[in-house]
């Protein structure tokens, strides 16, 4: 029982004195100035790897902190948060994702729109917008999930449709093959967050359409309530809007977007 005790208090002299001594890796010894002191000539050092959209989602990061943003600028960016904002290893402001364009191949779809000075998510000096899915999700299906409720999905603006999204599922329920649902269930690019554009945000993607490319002359369904009985649409072949029914006998076009 002594010897047990003896070991176990000599045990926690050394883990006190290593974790206030300095540490050298690949040399015996380090610089003076330095906590730790990696040498090699054949080797790096790696900081964490992350993406823009994994960077920006650390609570209040430290002072100081370093990452590599693998899709920040065109090749990736060394970056170090100064206290109120993350720039480059020189000081400058850090990039942000790509350079992106409408009817660039981004974030497991198709960018379709950037976000102007003015619109919800516009932030100055970055680059953010809407994905649309380079493909429909459904030739053809209802709205409705096989009743008339009212589910209070009226949000038409930029903005709104995930929202939108949200509020029909939670009203109409997590199953079938309505246009909702087959947004919610959409993973492409291996993202989980698409959604079905509001009224403006699919006007947005009708604006730009030819850039985009692979839209036929087809009735979409968008996520904005009219009212218990109908819901807005747009034909993306020329531009037309309208309403209509939300029952069996109205089946559109569906294409998943998202936000980036």
């Not at 974790?19 to 040399?27: E, K, R």
Request: charged share 10%; glycine share 12%; hydrophobic share 35%.
């Amino acid at each position: 029982m002594k010897i047990s005790k003896l070991f176990l208090t000599i045990s926690l002299i050394a883990i006190s004195i290593a974790t206030q001594a300095q540490v050298g890796i690949g040399t015996n010894s380090p610089a003076a100035t330095a906590q730790l002191d990696i040498s090699s000539t054949s080797k790096g050092f790696l900081p964490p790897r992350m993406t823009y959209t994994q960077k920006v989602a650390i609570s209040n990061p430290a002072a100081g902190l370093i990452i590599w943003c693998s899709d920040c600028g065109s090749n990736g960016e060394l970056q170090v948060y100064n206290g109120s904002a993350w720039t480059n290893l020189v000081g400058g402001t850090a990039s942000a994702v790509p350079s992106v364009t409408i009817g660039s191949n981004y974030g497991g779809g198709i960018v379709a729109y950037i976000f102007q000075n003015g619109d919800p998510g516009y932030v100055a000096g970055q680059t953010h917008g809407l994905i649309v899915a380079s493909a429909d999700q459904s030739a053809g299906t209802i709205w409705w999930n096989g009743s008339f409720i009212l589910t209070n999905a009226s949000g038409t603006a930029l903005g709104t449709g995930l929202t939108n999204t949200n509020t029909i599922i939670s009203a109409q329920g997590n199953t079938g093959n309505y246009a909702a649902k087959l947004c919610r269930d959409y993973n492409g690019g291996g993202f989980t967050d698409w959604f079905l554009p509001s009224k403006d945000e699919l006007n947005k993607i009708c604006d730009n359409r030819a850039t985009i490319g692979g839209f036929g002359n087809y009735y979409y369904w968008t996520s904005s309530e009219v009212d218990l009985y109908e819901i807005y649409w747009q034909k993306l072949g020329d531009a037309t809007t309208g309403t209509g029914p939300k029952s069996t006998d109205n089946i559109l076009h569906v294409r998943a977007i998202r936000s980036f």
